[in-house]
Structure formats: structure tokens, C-alpha cells
């Protein structure tokens, strides 16, 4: 049978030596700079080469996660743990997370107790295995019980948790009736101890539930009331979009591994402080200051008076804003 144009095309595609391996370094450098939709989309094609690869195969999960492509990062995981692909362990850990995230609790329990009782948990992964188990074994009681009692979240239980598993536990909170548990989340609102990453999450949380009334919110040195309804989302703030923006100007041209790993940075930052901005509201200042501190971060030599001067922007302004950015940048690279 004669074959068409398309089929003599396509045997005749040549595979560039070493391809595979490049895409594989390229979607690592993508994911070590936090685009993880280019560093998933880079990883894809690698997979596609080598299928059974499981450093390509980890990668492109952990992408698609980070990325937050759950349903296709489930069904890969799937694939890879019913095919012996990759470290076991390391792809259960990423499921769990990926099942959490898709508030499959249910499942999770099953997973883990099925881990437990043919005792094949490393000595290494107990403790971790057995603080999710808790974790979402305690999510379906609070989704099994009458709201009508009044519950509350644990803040003492919440309070034990690292700040990973705190996380899931006020984001699992997104897409239930949230008014039992509100006296709770508005006190973690108004209490500086609370960290600001889950303060911005408890907003969040307020505003995908449409609470339109008045809250307080104590964090860092910030104080302010706000009607979580009327709240922007974080990107949508307008420094963030305009010191993004001039950035893009900047450097995407000239240097975007570093326009993605600031512009990644002001993202952080924006959540961390959210629903406040910087309280110097000048879009050249903070700008010049992540500039900066991109060159910091490459141990690159920067005329600092010099850059100010051409921008008008003061001097001490500057020192204390780069100040400012340096302790941001400790409090949510955690986080990541």
C-alpha cells in the first residue's frame, strides 16, 4: 500500500543527537527558575522521547504539580507507580500532595494506611506519612460531621503543623461552608503570630466564600480592614502589575532567566504582604530595588547611585527598600 505525503513525512523526521538530554536540562533549568509551565511543556517532550526515563518522568510530575495541572499530574503518577517508573516513595509523596490538592482525603487515607499495614514506609518517611494521614483522616471527619454544631478548626492542632501541611489544611477550606470555622479563621487574621503566607490564604479563602463583611488583619507591621469580597487578586494588585510590567520592559529581552526568577520573586512577595502593598508607592523604586537584588543574587558589580540618580529615585529610599526585599525574600522562600 502506497503511503501518503503525511506517513513519508513523518519517517523521515530526524531526532537531533542528544535532544532528549537538552530538553531534559532545559525543563530543569525552567523548574529551577519557577516557570513550571515551560519547565512541564519542555519535559513533556522529553518524556515523549524516552517514556521510561525516571529522572525525565519525576521531573515532568513534579512540574505538572507545581504547574497545578492536578487531574493530568494524578494520571501520570498513576502511570508511574503502576509501571515501577522513578524512586516509589518519592512518586507517592508527590500523589498525596497532588490528592490533597484535589481534596481526595479519602483517598489518601487509603494510600497511606495500605503503606502502613504492609509495613512499607521507609524509617525516613514515618513521621511525614503519618502527619498527612492525620491531616486528612481529620479534613473527612470535619466533612462528615453536622455544621450546625458550631465547629471550629483545631488552632492548636493547626499551630503543630509545619507550615507545608498548614497550608493544605486553610486551602482545603476553599470550597466548603466556611462559616463554622470563621471566629477561628478571623482570629488567625488579627494575630501578627499567624504566618503571613497562611493570613493571605485565610483571605483568600474569605473571599472565594464571598464573606462581604469588615475583617481585620494584623500582619507584619501592616494593620488594616477589609471587605474580602472588594479584594483584588494578588497579581491584580496595581504595584505588583506595574513593577512587573516595567521588569518585562526591562529584561525580558536582554536577561529572561532573570526577568522569570524576579518577576517569580514579586509574586512571592505581592502573596506574602497581600492585601497590602508597599508602603512607598513608587513603581521606579521597587522596580530598581528587584533589579538589584538580581544582580545580587548573580554576584553582579551594580551602579547603585548612578541607576537611582537616572531615575530619580532617593537613595536611602532605595537602602531601605532593598532592606525590605531581603526579608521578604527569607520569610517565603520556605515556602517554595
Known sequence: ????????????????????????????????????EGAADLLRQAKELDPDHPEISTAFLVALYESSAYKEAKQIAAELLNEGIGDYYEIIDINLMILIQLNQHAQVVHTLEMLFEEKEVPIDKVEHFQTILALSKKVLVNENQD????????LDYINGLDLQEQTLQLG????????????????????????????????????????????????????????PTDLPEVAETPLFQAVSNALEAKLEQQ?????MQLHEMIKRHALIIYPFEFEKNNSDLWTLAYQGLGFEMYGDNWKKEKMAMELGVNLDDLEGALTILRKLEQISSPII
Open 147 to 154: 455544621q450546625s454544631k458550631g465547629l471550629s478548626i483545631d
Open 255 to 259: 536577561n529572561p532567566v532573570l526577568f
Open 172 to 227: 482545603s477550606l476553599t470550597d466548603k461552608n466556611i462559616h463554622p470555622y470563621l471566629d477561628s479563621l478571623l482570629h488567625m487574621l488579627g494575630d501578627k503570630q499567624t504566618h503571613p503566607f497562611l493570613q493571605s490564604i485565610i483571605l483568600n479563602v474569605l473571599r472565594e466564600n464571598q464573606v462581604s463583611e469588615p475583617v481585620l488583619v494584623k500582619k507584619m507591621h501592616y494593620e488594616g480592614t477589609f471587605i
Open 1 to 36: 500500500m502506497k503511503k501518503n505525503q503525511h506517513d513519508r513525512d513523518a519517517d523521515n523526521v530526524i531526532l537531533f543527537p542528544g535532544l532528549k538530554d537538552r530538553l531534559y536540562e532545559k525543563g530543569i533549568e525552567r523548574l529551577e527558575a519557577n516557570d513550571f
